[in-house]
């Protein structure tokens, strides 16, 4: 869909490049309850309010994502505060993982961390992904990585995990989850849907017990370049965010509100 076809009930004193913004954040984290990649009342999908280099929408410190409307998400600047007036507060320990990929990469206006198990799963594993599935290989010589740290407080940490990420759009935060970025919210979508399935495949092709099969390393290269062509282009990814919009219309349209 079309942000101007998401205008079309901007309230009084929003903007409606700011309320599209809203309406498509609030969706994706509906979208993400529907899949199951929450952690109950943390984790966080970020997005930059358009048209500002250092304001950011945020969810609601304490809803879980399927309270989550595009009214109620809160506008917040660098530092975590609140710009808005909103009634709700922020989380400042998960602002900070984000914060430090919007301020170090102009080009990241979306980015989404989660804690799903089988990401973490391969986040605890030694050898990180492996590139033996469809969706794994997607991410041969695209994925990052940054060592763990404990909950990120330090901002210290901040520039280590910007270093980390690199021009890299996917990583794996060890022994801790998975983040992606991206210019828009269909991109870091499409990149984050990717980097679970391969994780998920991973997980039960190592419980299945069989010796796994790798492909040639540059059959994965090859296909890592088509998957980045496509990736850095950005029509499919928004194809595939205007089927997942169109779901939650369906399913829970409250997230308009
Ligand atoms: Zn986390």
Do not use: K
């Not at 409606?16 to 993400?32: D, I, Q, T």
């Not at 309270?67 to 917040?76: F, H």
Request: hydrophobic share 45%.
């Amino acid at each position: 869909m079309s942000p101007e076809a998401l205008t079309d009930r901007a309230p009084a004193g929003t903007s409606p490049a700011e309320w599209a913004a809203r309406v498509e954040l609030a969706a994706c984290y509906r979208l993400f309850g529907r899949l199951g990649w929450h952690e109950m009342i943390y984790n966080h999908i970020t997005l930059r309010v358009p048209g500002t280099e250092d304001q950011f929408l945020i969810n609601p410190f304490g809803l879980m994502y399927r309270e989550v409307t595009a009214s109620n998400l809160v506008r917040i600047d660098t530092e975590g505060r609140v710009l808005d007036g909103s009634a709700y507060g922020v989380n400042p320990a998960g602002f900070i993982v984000h914060r430090s990929v919007h301020m170090a990469r102009p080009d990241a206006h979306c980015v989404m961390h989660t804690h799903t198990t089988a990401g973490l799963a391969v986040a605890c594993q030694e050898e990180g992904l492996l590139p033996i599935s469809f969706p794994a290989v997607f991410y041969t010589d695209r994925l990052a990585y940054h060592d763990f740290e404990g909950i990120t407080l330090e901002r210290e940490e901040c520039a280590r995990l910007a270093a980390s990420l690199g021009t890299r759009n996917a990583m794996i935060l060890r022994n801790h989850g998975l983040l992606t970025c991206g210019p828009t919210v269909a991109d870091a979508f499409a990149e984050l849907y990717h980097l679970q399935r391969a994780c998920e495949v991973q997980v039960a092709a190592l419980a299945g017990g069989r010796p796994i099969r790798t492909p040639p390393a540059e059959v994965a290269r090859r296909a890592a370049a088509q998957f980045d062509a496509t990736a850095r282009h950005g029509e499919q990814n928004a194809l595939l965010f205007a089927a997942m919009l169109r779901w939650m219309d369906e399913a829970e349209p409250g997230f308009r509100r």
